[in-house]
């Protein structure tokens, strides 16, 4: 009579309670261990005065489908630290000042420019002429480069001198990476320019 009692369903029964067992003293296991706590990343507020200078090497508009000339935000920062819907005039420095929310450590500042144009504006006068012989056209000044130069100022001292660049007809942003060393005013390593040595 034991010989006639299947042996499959009662070795699935004991496999069944055995990985149910297990599963139960692995989550009474996980239930005992301690809960780890979140580590928030908090910085300290940086102790210089801040400033950042931004100058063109174009006249920044918006357009059809987005009016925004220029805007400047701070990572860690909801509103942007400067914004413009109105044409930003190239060669022109927007001084915005003092910049609240650096932190101690990396910051990242975040350049958006329009790069919109107005077929109104004379394209000879953003090159100081208006000779016959150097007249240029706006298709011309689209196939230009655009550029612009980002300087971050702590305490009146510059600590961030850098330039961003876009092809013909791309739009100019980037990231400019300002980082504030602990325990200091905002002494950074000097800026080195690139240019030939003597």
Avoid: C
Avoid at 54 to 67: K, M, R, S, V
Avoid at 106 to 125: C, K, R
Wanted: proline share 6%.
């Amino acid at each position: 009579m034991i010989d006639a009692f299947p042996k499959r369903p009662l070795l699935v029964l004991v496999m069944a309670t055995i990985v149910w067992g297990s599963l139960t003293l692995f989550q009474k296991f996980r239930a005992s261990l301690p809960t780890p706590k979140a580590v928030e990343n908090v910085r300290a507020d940086a102790q210089s005065e801040y400033a950042i200078a931004i100058t063109l090497t174009f006249d920044a508009q918006g357009d059809a489908f987005n009016p925004l000339a220029l805007r400047v935000s701070l990572d860690g920062v909801a509103e942007p630290l400067f914004e413009s819907k109105t044409t930003v005039r190239a060669g022109v420095a927007v001084l915005i000042s003092p910049v609240a929310g650096i932190k101690v450590g990396v910051n990242e500042l975040l350049i958006e420019v329009g790069s919109g144009t107005d077929s109104s504006v004379d394209s000879t006068n953003a090159f100081g002429s208006g000779s016959a012989d150097r007249e240029i056209t706006e298709a011309a000044v689209q196939q230009v480069a655009h550029a612009i130069r980002v300087q971050v100022l702590a305490n009146e001292e510059v600590i961030v001198d850098q330039t961003l660049w876009s092809e013909p007809d791309d739009a100019v942003s980037g990231l400019i990476l300002i980082d504030v060393p602990e325990n200091s005013d905002a002494r950074s390593t000097p800026v080195e320019h690139a240019g030939p040595q003597h």
